[in-house]
């Protein structure tokens, strides 16, 4: 248990679904992370929030929305995916500021578009 | 791109140390040397990080050359646990996006009982 839990752990979805992934910290962290793992590719930073503000957000379509309605709490909204956006999907938080800040992740979910 | 060179696998015996190297020939004056794991079906764990001097924690020691260009994380004996892909990672101290994680390859550890 590493205080990030992600909900679900996995999830089937059809190109024309709305689905939503949750992550929250339990850690009193005040930045959260979206990341993208997909079959042999290193894991991809999606996004960084930090103080529940956007902070990057690295070309990613947008058909992925994230949303942090606060600092406990990170959504990715997915909608129209494609069959290419099938990957895990980790969450992780940390202490905003200074980079040298461990991140915490949770155990990911498994999306699977078809 | 990943500013750091690892192999792409290593194996080693249970209960023996195993040293994982980490090339980094143009890190900057500013960066720190993190590395992280990923044991199969898990998120990446932090493992541990360092500017200049080595470092030791309860999972690892970290052994910095002293031109900063190469690094190598020590396992001092490995259990079949710490199978997993270990990462090297640079952050720039003042964050940033140069602060970010940004994963590379890694290295696929494997340990034999």
């Known amino acids: 248990e590493t205080g990030v839990t992600q909900t679900p752990r996995h999830l089937v979805m059809g190109m024309t679904n709305k689905k939503s992934l949750k992550c929250e910290q339990h850690?009193?962290?005040?930045?959260m992370y979206w990341y993208k793992q997909s079959a042999k590719k290193p894991l991809e930073l999606m996004f960084v929030?930090?103080?529940?503000?956007?902070?990057e957000n690295n070309s990613v379509p947008s058909r992925f929305s994230p949303e942090c309605p606060n600092s406990s709490h990170l959504f990715l909204h997915l909608h129209t995916l494609q069959p290419e956006d099938s990957a895990l999907y980790l969450c992780?938080?940390?202490?905003?500021?200074?980079?040298?800040?461990?991140?915490?992740f949770g155990p990911g979910t498994r999306l699977t578009v078809l | 791109d990943a500013k750091t060179t690892q192999p792409n696998s290593m194996e080693s015996n249970e209960e023996e140390p195993v040293h994982l190297p980490c090339n980094h020939s143009?890190?900057?004056?500013?960066?720190?040397i993190h590395w992280y794991r990923q044991l199969p079906s898990q998120g990446p764990e932090y493992v541990i990080h360092?500017?200049?001097s080595n470092v030791n924690n309860r999972m690892a020691s970290l052994a910095i050359a002293e031109d900063r260009k190469s690094s190598t994380l020590i396992l001092h004996r490995a259990t079949l646990r710490d199978a997993a892909v270990y990462y090297c990672?640079?952050?720039?101290?003042?964050?940033?996006?140069?602060?970010?994680?940004?994963f590379g390859k890694g290295t696929k550890l494997s340990v034999k009982p």
């Open positions: 929030y930090s103080l529940e503000e956007r902070v």
């Open positions: 850690l009193g962290h005040n930045a």
């Open positions: 990672i640079l952050r720039d101290a003042y964050g940033g996006s140069q602060g970010n994680l940004i």
């Open positions: 143009t890190i900057s004056g500013t960066d720190y």
């Open positions: 360092g500017l200049t």
């Open positions: 992780a938080s940390s202490q905003a500021g200074m980079s040298y800040n461990e991140q915490f």
